[in-house]
């Protein structure tokens, strides 16, 4: 399949990956086996964003939230990321793909801490595809810590109260330097942000795919760029179009 040529295209596109679970209850498979299978999905989204010349790719991997599911799946999760990294690093460095790791970093066991700090380093000066990955990512969580650090700073006197900005406050967050999202999507019909990107999500438009994570495609993930080139972005204005006729 060929790559697409649209009129406008994302420059961050970030992904909600849904409905592991699903996709193997349908199948009267195990949980894991869908968390197995999203992981060949993954590999597949990352080649298809390269190869669209997408500058950054976000992947909701693992929430704050997600700590609530049984002890046995959690483990499984934590398992299939460090397989992942393991197994791909060389080949997403090969590939020119820079690892940028978000998420609450505190609490992980040291061995996934150091393989993501490992992949984060190794690929730190690639220029193609910006993989970013969210683990134990919550949006809710990166203000707290946002603001907790401006407050750090207010205390000791290096910062006053009326001198925060929208744009202090985005250089605290955990994407500072990586640009708003674009396009959001999220596999498996549901129709909700979860805690992701709550902040940077302000102007995204938003495409919403009935499939399950494990069946997504470079077919579907170009699908979605296609209907996020019809979009009319007005980010509060009137449309670029309406604006060049004056109407
Ligand atoms: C997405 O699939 C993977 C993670 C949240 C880690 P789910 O595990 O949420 O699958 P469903 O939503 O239960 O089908
Ligand atoms: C969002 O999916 C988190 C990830 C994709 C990692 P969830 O499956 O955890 O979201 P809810 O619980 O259905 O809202
Ligand atoms: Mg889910």
Request: hydrophobic share 45%; no cysteine.
């Amino acid at each position: 399949m060929s790559e697409p040529a649209f009129l406008s295209m994302p420059e961050h596109v970030a992904i909600i990956m849904d409905g592991n679970g699903r996709w193997a209850k349908q199948r009267g498979l195990p949980r894991a086996m869908g968390h197995r299978k999203g992981v060949e999905a993954v590999r597949e989204t990352v080649r298809a964003a390269g190869d669209a010349g997408i500058k950054y790719l976000t992947l909701f991997a693992f929430s704050s939230e997600n700590w609530r599911r049984p002890e046995a799946e959690v483990t499984d999760l934590m398992g299939l990321l460090k397989a992942f990294i393991r197994r791909d690093l060389a080949e997403l460095h090969a590939q020119n793909v820079r690892i940028k790791i978000i998420g609450d970093r505190q609490s992980l066991r040291s061995d996934i801490l150091n393989l993501l700090l490992e992949a984060e380093e190794t690929t730190r000066d690639n220029t193609a595809l910006t993989l970013v990955i969210a683990f134990n990512y919550g949006s809710r969580d990166e203000i707290a810590r946002a603001m907790m650090s401006l407050a750090k700073d207010i205390e000791a006197g290096r910062l006053q109260a009326g001198d925060i900005t929208p744009e202090l406050i985005n250089a605290r967050l955990d994407t500072a330097g990586i640009p708003d999202p674009d396009l959001i999507i999220r596999t498996s019909g549901e129709e909700r942000l979860s805690n992701f990107l709550l902040w940077q999500a302000a102007y995204s438009e938003f495409v919403f795919v009935p499939e399950y994570w494990p069946d997504f495609s470079r077919e579907l993930f170009y699908a979605a760029l296609e209907k996020f080139a019809a979009r009319d972005r007005r980010f509060g204005g009137i449309s670029a179009q309406a604006a060049a006729v004056g109407s």
